[in-house]
């Protein structure tokens, strides 16, 4: 089975939470890179050692009509995926002089949730393997797909991503949005610079989640965004406030989720005035432009600290970890 040129960028995983409200996603926010408009997906096209255990996840656009999409698959010309959203190929290196082959890889598919689908394989997918994923792309009334292409390595992930416990190394700024976000007058724009998670699997795969579990307004705990993780580096998070949110107190939660759905015990949380902070980067600012150098110079050395101290204070916050119903299930079998 020839593969065709890959189409599906670096694609991340939204973990459906039932207790959770749904993400606001705007202009405004930091998207991750490279995210397509039909459906994100984990393990990310191009990935390296993944976890021999590790899932496909696919979460499709909001409106996505997945018994549509179901339906579309049943008339695929390809007998491998015909009645799969979700069908996966693992390379099979052939004799000396042998082309190599592609091999289906069995598995069970469920809807976690009204837009988000988990391919399960029956076994361990094969150690140091170059893996295919065809994904039934929404819109089409016969099945049109996109492809990833990913490679195992030889670990199997057993144990949870790990978090700081701590939010003292968290970097924070809040500014006024962009013009270009179109943003009502006293919304702020917060910027979160955060630690990697560490991983026993992949590291790659696990996915930074950024919940606001208090502000103005605010009935449950709300994910404002998602990024990927960066192994031993740092993980930049934004998201916009409105008004209201931006005239109070604020508090958020860090969270990680790996490739194979498992979540970090820490979860740091902090709680910070926006207003404030705003007002404190605004008045550092104003002392570094002032007509002592030497002694600004100290001040703006010591301006992060100052923020951070002052800004916000690190919360043992006791937002609700209760999980809602079981979300409605749907599986095939390839």
């Known amino acids: ?155 199997v992930d057993h144990e949870p991503p790990e978090l700081d416990a701590s939010s003292d190394s968290f970097e924070l700024d809040v500014e006024p949005p962009p013009s270009a976000c179109m943003a009502p007058a006293g919304s702020l724009r917060v910027r979160l610079a955060v630690p990697g998670a560490r991983d026993d699997g992949d590291e790659q795969s696990v996915e930074l989640l950024l919940f606001v579990t208090r502000a103005v307004g605010l009935r449950e705990p709300e994910l404002r965004v998602r990024a990927p993780n960066v192994a031993d580096g740092t993980v930049a998070l934004a998201f916009t406030l409105d008004p209201a949110e931006a005239a109070g107190e604020v508090c958020v939660a860090l969270r990680a989720v790996d490739g194979t759905g498992k979540r970090a015990e820490d979860e740091p949380a902090l709680c910070f005035n926006p207003s404030a902070a705003r007002r404190s980067q605004f008045e550092s600012l104003c002392r570094a432009a002032g007509p002592h150098p030497g002694a600004e110079r100290t001040s703006t050395d010591n301006g992060r600290g100052l923020l951070l101290a002052s800004a916000f204070v690190a919360a043992a916050l006791g937002w609700r970890r209760t999980r809602g119903p079981r979300p409605r299930q749907q599986a095939t079998r390839p």
Request: a negative charge; charged letters at 25%; proline letters at 6%.
């Open 1 to 155: 089975m020839p593969v065709p040129a890959l189409t599906l960028a670096a694609l991340l995983l939204g973990w459906p939470l039932a207790t959770l409200q749904a993400q606001r996603s705007t202009v405004c926010d930091l998207a991750p890179a490279h995210a397509s408009d039909e459906v994100e997906v984990r393990p990310a096209d191009g990935a390296e050692r993944v976890a021999r255990n590790a899932p496909i996840i696919a979460r499709y656009a909001e409106g996505t009509d997945l018994d549509a999409l179901l339906d579309s698959v049943e008339r695929d010309a390809d007998a491998d995926c015909r009645g799969q959203v979700i069908c996966l190929f693992a390379e099979r290196a052939g004799r000396t002089g042998v082309r190599s082959s592609l091999e289906p890889v069995a598995g069970e598919l469920l809807a976690l949730d009204e837009r988000t689908l988990r391919f399960t394989p029956e076994q361990r997918l094969a150690a140091d393997t170059r893996h295919f994923a065809l994904l039934a792309r929404p819109g089409f009334d016969s099945a049109a797909r996109t492809e990833l292409e990913f490679v195992t390595g030889t670990a």
